[in-house]
């Protein structure tokens, strides 16, 4: 599945010179020779974490962990990295190394925040391993290690999606379209998000600046935002074509991340099964799905109960029917517009089911639910009152419990030829198996919830491949990459 005889590739800020800058540092020859790569790996994995994880853009602070970086650098190496970068004003973290003794020590918490200061926030390019050292013979096993480590389901789920391929020119070529016409004419759900995250780098910043420690942290332009996206989706694009993402499955939740559940949704559509291209491939996912496991909770709650509160019946009503959201949208009094109407989905998630109870409350949204459901109100009050983050992990593991470990693990042992594979709360395969696939779907959520949900219509991942389309792509790239050029050519000229 891996090739450990390619040569690695990190990328890096245009901008630096790994070995100039260790040379300036007066480090030897030796020194420099067996640990460039550990450098170059540092500056790849924020650049990826800040990528490939939906979670995070460039100029965000990036958790890393400090106990895996040990284990892939070595405690003495994590910590020369951290000073001379820092030292050389090229990253910032969010965390204060303390000194003891003339030595930098790692203090704070388990995963740090780094950043690369904005001077290095530049495009970033690609460069080979400098040595087939054991450090980078390490690398190229840890792909293999990694699998052999994994459970059954996130296993399997690795190689069925090794059969995935994805047409990467046509893929490029609509993410320079799509980069092209948000730049001339601005996209108001852009700026709306834009805005959004420039409030939480402007809350951050303070909160840093309050604490005494110094940051280059600024809010972003929109073009500046978009330019990101950019380098974003076509690293995502990248990283798909050479198989460099591997699934993982986290230990909260338990949900699974792979390249379909982080990358950019606009993608999907040039994805192609490798052994048949023209198959196609569809998702059935479950109504309302998050609010829709609050219900196991809820369930709980009245155990041994003979009536539950009318509200709180309601709410189960709307969800397994997959009308919550429509039904709290109307009663907000807001006609249904596509776009808006996805975006209030996350806003009412987020400040009902993810926020602190003291942030989330007085928003319109909370208003809105704690009216209609007041007993539903008091249970998720309840289940955050201590660690609001932890509602949202409970939840998460009765969608994984009904979907990987129940829907998808069943598929894997009784169909072990078929693709299938995972979006956290929905299930992927081919067009011919999309009733089996409800049935499982509905009979492994009614199991792990108690009640029996609504599952969405069988929705298209991919795009047959039409060459006529492939071109039509291509040719709007090169016009628009011509006119651009034409227009930097007459302001040169001029």
């Not at 399997?156 to 980069?179: P, Q, V």
């Not at 809820?298 to 189960?316: K, N, R, S, T, V």
């Not at 009050?381 to 129940?406: I, P, W």
């Amino acid at each position: 599945m891996f090739n450990t005889d390619e040569q690695l590739q990190f990328c890096i800020p245009s901008n630096v010179n790994v070995r100039q800058l260790l040379v300036d540092a007066g480090k030897n020859v030796r020194y420099i020779n067996c640990n460039i790569d550990k450098y170059h790996w540092f500056f790849n994995a924020l650049f990826v974490r800040s990528t490939l994880n939906k979670k995070y853009q460039q100029g965000d602070y990036i958790p890393m962990n400090t106990e895996l970086m040990v284990s892939v650098l070595g405690a003495r190496y994590v910590a020369d990295i951290k000073k001379l970068l820092s030292d050389a004003g090229i990253i910032e973290t969010n965390e204060v190394l303390t000194t003891e003794g003339g030595k930098h020590n790692l203090r704070g918490r388990e995963s740090i925040g780094y950043r690369l200061t904005e001077a290095y926030q530049v495009r970033h390019v690609k460069v080979l391993e400098d040595s087939d050292s054991t450090f980078i013979q390490n690398l190229k096993q840890g792909p293999s290690n990694a699998i052999k480590n994994m459970d059954f389901v996130t296993r399997t789920s690795t190689y069925h999606l090794n059969d995935l391929g994805i047409y990467k020119d046509d893929a490029d070529a609509y993410i320079e379209s799509w980069y092209a016409q948000n730049l001339a004419v601005e996209n108001p759900l852009l700026k709306k998000e834009l805005d959004k995250d420039n409030r939480k780098r402007t809350k951050e910043a303070n909160r840093l600046k309050k604490a005494g420690k110094p940051t280059t942290l600024k809010t972003k332009t929109y073009k500046e935002m978009l330019e990101d996206k950019r380098q974003a989706y076509l690293q995502q694009v990248d990283a798909i074509y050479r198989k460099a993402w591997l699934p993982m499955r986290d230990n909260k939740g338990r949900r699974l991340h792979t390249f379909i559940s982080n990358m950019w949704k606009g993608l999907r559509q040039f994805l192609y099964y490798k052994p048949n291209p023209s198959l196609q491939l569809v998702g059935l996912d479950c109504s309302n799905s998050q609010p829709f496991t609050l219900v196991k909770i809820i369930l709980d709650y009245f155990e041994g109960i003979d009536e539950m509160p009318a509200d709180a019946e309601h709410y189960i009503h709307l969800v397994s029917s997959g009308e919550l959201y429509k039904y709290l949208w109307l009663e907000m009094g807001r006609c249904i517009a596509e776009a808006e109407f996805q975006a209030f989905k996350t806003d009412l998630f987020a400040l009902v089911f993810y926020s602190s109870n003291q942030s989330g409350y007085f928003s319109r949204e909370a208003e809105t639910f704690r009216q209609r459901f007041p007993t539903v109100y008091q249970i998720i009050m309840s289940e955050k009152k201590y660690q609001y983050q932890q509602l949202s992990v409970e939840m998460q593991r009765v969608e994984t419990e009904a979907v990987l470990d129940g829907a998808l693990t069943y598929l894997f042992q009784k169909h072990p030829d078929t693709f299938f594979a995972s979006i956290h709360d929905s299930v992927l395969c081919p067009d011919f198996m999309q009733e089996e696939v409800r049935e499982v779907m509905l009979a492994y959520y009614t199991k792990v919830v108690g009640v029996t949900p609504h599952i969405k219509p069988a929705e298209n991942i991919n795009t047959l491949k039409n060459d006529n389309q492939g071109d039509e792509l291509r040719r709007l790239y090169v016009a628009w990459f011509s006119s651009i050029l034409k227009d930097e050519l007459m302001a040169n000229a001029a």
